[in-house]
């Protein structure tokens, strides 16, 4: 089974639209005949993909069976040498955890808790995207956080760059704001050629080929914006806590189904309310809600079993 049919027994799909696309982790029997939440499920399938996750496409993807261990220990120990992902491992494995109204001044440390890793998850599996380099890989070998876009892929079928933004929060409105933050932030003139240019500098890195060429050309700061934005494919995901999968315990009833939909029309109406940039009819927005029962259970979660991983090669 190829890892695209995998990914869509873990995570469902509800709504698919052009600027709206909805996913979440459904239930499963248990030994005693319960119904219990998929968070272990979901959580083992991220881990099993953070060395594509932190090495890249540009570093290649083939590795043969005696290299799978070190591989593993590698990427664990690659996002561990990033500041906020180890200060946020020990602040959820002491019992601590991120409110969502931090102070301005720790706001760094949300990019610790894998917004960034479930965003790849879902381009990758749902929408046919490869990563064009890896940001973690970056932020290792240059040994500082680059506070650019959350993900850098690539359509290679309609030749799309995906710039991706992702916000993990408690409440789902807080992380729709703050994605509409960063979309004034980084879609700018001077800041999209300052994060082109690193992109294009690590490009360089790679064998020169045809594919290469062409996405040199599209980032290079004398193409149009109006060009580059034409190209450009935003998805924006919000990954956030929500009370309805403690009220229901059936992906598949009715009631769970209706009451799921009004909150993500709910959310989405918000967002296209408040949604204000300047360039707004230029930009290819995709909004992707992914509602979980806990956003410090997934975090926790994701932390613990990183923590294993690191130890493997020690």
């Not at 998850?121 to 290792?140: C, E, W």
Request: charged content about 30%.
């Amino acid at each position: 089974m190829n890892t695209v049919a995998r990914a869509s027994k873990i995570l469902n799909t509800r709504i698919m639209e052009n600027d709206l696309v909805t996913y979440y982790i459904g239930y499963d029997l248990n030994d005693d005949g319960e119904m219990v939440y998929r968070l272990n499920e979901f959580v083992s399938y991220l881990i099993n993909i953070i060395p594509e996750f932190a090495f890249g496409f540009h570093q290649g993807t083939k590795t043969s069976n005696d290299e799978i261990v070190n591989k593993i220990y590698q990427a664990a120990k690659s996002i561990y040498k990033i500041k906020e992902f180890r200060e946020v491992s020990d602040l959820y494995l002491t019992g601590q955890e991120l409110e969502d109204d931090i102070e301005i001044d720790k706001k760094y440390l949300k990019r610790g808790e894998f917004g960034e890793i479930i965003l790849h998850f879902i381009l990758k599996n749902f929408h046919g995207t490869v990563p064009l380099i890896s940001k973690v890989y970056f932020k290792d070998s240059y040994g500082h956080a680059v506070h650019g876009f959350d993900s850098v892929h690539i359509n290679e079928i309609d030749r799309t760059l995906w710039l991706g933004e992702s916000k993990l929060y408690t409440d789902g409105k807080k992380g729709l704001l703050a994605l509409i933050e960063d979309l004034k932030e980084h879609f700018k003139r001077d800041y999209l050629n300052d994060e082109f240019t690193i992109i294009s500098n690590r490009l360089k890195d790679t064998e020169t080929n045809e594919k290469v060429d062409y996405w040199l050309s599209l980032l290079d700061t004398t193409t149009k914006l109006a060009d580059q934005l034409n190209q450009i494919v935003i998805p924006l995901i919000c990954t956030y806590s929500c009370d309805l999968f403690n009220q229901h315990s059936d992906e598949s009833n009715d009631n769970f189904i209706q009451a799921y939909e009004n909150e993500i029309k709910k959310l989405k109406k918000y967002f296209d309310d408040n949604y204000d940039h300047p360039l707004k009819s230029h930009l290819n927005i995709i909004v992707i809600l992914f509602p979980v029962k806990s956003k410090v259970d997934l975090v926790k979660g994701l932390h613990k079993k990183l923590v294993i991983m690191q130890n493997l090669g020690e």
